[in-house]
């Protein structure tokens, strides 16, 4: 006996997401929430997206029925779709498996996040194999659909954010031979943000307001032009302090790499000032600290981590107001 298919839309998201039938036998008109997407098709336990569009997804069912009677009658059907065609989920996988092996576990969970739209933007439009794209136009309805999109604070993607996110997808399109949404993302603009850097007088009173561990971290900061996790990830054995320099590289052992394959392998050696390394010096020791601890402590790196990337501007009377507030910017 052949399995029954029915055609359901899904309403809500996360939590919230229901499969709602839709009662194909029903006469009259319709509303617009019947024909509105997502749809699916129910035969057993599985369900399988068949796009937004109400009419190709009854037309849809409609094939799979046939295909299933045509099974359960022991007719010799013609396996659905040629086995060579790259499916959009499997590709997807596959170029995460292959960032995982060559990139951060921050790198890795961002291209996770920005292909995730592009997937859930496939589901929707029934898109299931690359070869379905054959244009740049056939990305334009994916460049709406992330405009439309809102985050956590319930607002619009910042056109920057859509952007990066398409930049990404671009990148997971031209892995796969497909180069044409380069052109579509050479036509999103978006506006650079001015970053204004301190004052001299705004920083020193950042560093009036600040106590001994924080100004040794903004110090760290100032003169080393380190990134946040690069700064998180040093260890006091990356201090040579016989000629003043401290040495940024990556980490296996602790799952870090440096941005850039430049700096990969052999890292970056920058001089610092000799008063700062003493100061390194006297903190490991003070600490009891081995040269493969990490020089951040729980309280500096939280403070540091709020410091460099807040880009509020204070005022240099309420920099730290309270022992329970941090610094909230620093733009240099």
């Known amino acids: 006996m052949a399995l029954s298919v029915k055609l359901y839309r899904v309403v809500g998201k996360g939590k919230d997401r ?41 037309e849809a069912m409609q094939r799979r029925q046939a295909t299933l009677d045509a099974v359960g009658s022991g007719v010799a059907v013609k396996a659905d779709g040629d086995p060579n065609r790259k499916g959009v989920a499997d590709e997807v996988k596959k170029f995460l498996a292959k960032k995982s ?29 690359l070869d379905q794209l054959t244009v740049g136009d056939d990305l334009l309805p994916y460049v709406s659909f992330l405009r ?10 910042e056109p920057r954010y859509v952007y990066n996110i398409f930049q990404t997808c671009n990148t997971f399109l031209r892995a796969n031979g497909i180069l044409f949404a380069g052109e579509i993302l050479g036509q999103l603009d978006y506006e650079e943000k001015e970053v204004k850097p301190y004052k ?5 009173a950042l560093f009036q307001a600040a106590d001994d561990e924080e100004k040794l971290w903004m110090s760290y900061f100032l003169n080393t032009g380190c990134r946040e996790q690069e700064v998180a990830n040093a260890e006091y054995c990356d201090l040579l302090d016989d000629v003043n320099v401290v040495w940024v590289r990556s980490k296996p052992h602790r799952g870090f790499k440096l941005k850039g394959k ?30 493969s601890d990490l020089i951040p402590n729980t309280i500096g790196l939280q403070t ?18 309270s022992r329970s507030k941090t610094v909230t910017s620093t733009k240099y």
Not at 36 to 46: S, V
Not at 262 to 284: C, F, I, S, Y
Not at 306 to 320: C, G, L, N, W
């Open 148 to 157: 439309q999109r809102k985050n956590t604070r319930d607002t619009l993607f």
């Open 304 to 321: 540091v981590v709020a410091a460099s990337t807040t880009r509020s501007q204070p005022s240099p009377e309420t920099v730290r107001p």
């Open 18 to 58: 229901r499969y709602i039938p839709i009662d194909l036998e029903r006469r009259g008109r319709r509303s617009k929430e019947d024909v509105t997407g997502p749809f699916y098709l129910r035969y057993g336990l599985k369900y399988e997206s068949v796009g937004m569009d109400f009419k190709a997804a009854v």
């Open 101 to 129: 092996l060559l990139k951060g576990p921050k790198t890795v969970k961002t291209y996770t996040e920005r292909l995730g739209y592009f997937l859930d933007w496939c589901e929707r439009s029934g898109i299931k194999h």
């Open 262 to 291: 430049r700096w990969q392998n052999k890292g970056r050696k920058l001089p610092v000032p000799t008063a700062l390394m003493e100061k390194l010096r006297d903190r490991m020791i003070a600490k009891a600290a081995k040269p």
């Open 200 to 204: 001299p007088h705004e920083l020193r």
